[in-house]
């Protein structure tokens, strides 16, 4: 595969689509909460209002995630370290879910919402994952490092 479509794909999975992910999830714990108080109105006013959370939040995400994907693969660039989408994806999905979960709970029991704490959070978390999951290049591929 070309060295540069390669590059864009992974910069589409690892910024845009995982962004979208976890738009997704985090809509997804919310409207699981709201289910659980049998649809007070703290977090949705009907069901209308969780397809438009669920729009507003996947189509965020997958904008918020643009820059974050760039972010990424400089990471890569200049650490010459590869981040494996697959695992990447996987596991910042089931961190977004675990804090979302967290923080919507904590919302709704205060009764205060926290402007964009799910997010940073999720961002912070996203971030140590990708440095935890990274592996050297030339380890990957059997070579050892220049000395």
Request: hydrophobic share 35%; glycine share 6%; aromatic share 16%.
């Given at each position: 595969m070309d060295g540069s479509l390669r590059q864009l794909i992974r910069f589409f999975f690892l910024g845009p689509f995982l962004g979208a992910v976890i738009g997704v999830v985090q809509t997804s714990v919310a409207v699981h909460i709201w289910l659980r108080?049998?649809?007070?109105?703290?977090?949705?006013?009907?069901?209308?209002?969780?397809?438009?959370?669920?729009m507003i939040f996947s189509v965020g995400g997958f904008i918020v995630g643009a820059p974050f994907g760039l972010v990424l693969l400089s990471f890569e660039e200049t650490t010459e370290r590869e981040i494996p989408v697959t695992w990447f994806v996987t596991w910042a999905s089931l961190a977004a879910a675990f804090i979302s979960f967290v923080v919507v709970e904590l919302e709704v029991a205060f009764h205060h919402f926290v402007p964009f704490a799910n997010e940073a959070a999720a961002i912070i978390v996203a971030t140590a994952l990708a440095w935890v999951l990274s592996a050297r290049k030339s380890i990957q591929t059997g070579s050892l490092p220049d000395a």
């Open positions: 108080q049998d649809e007070a109105r703290t977090l949705f006013r009907n069901y209308d209002s969780v397809v438009i959370g669920y």
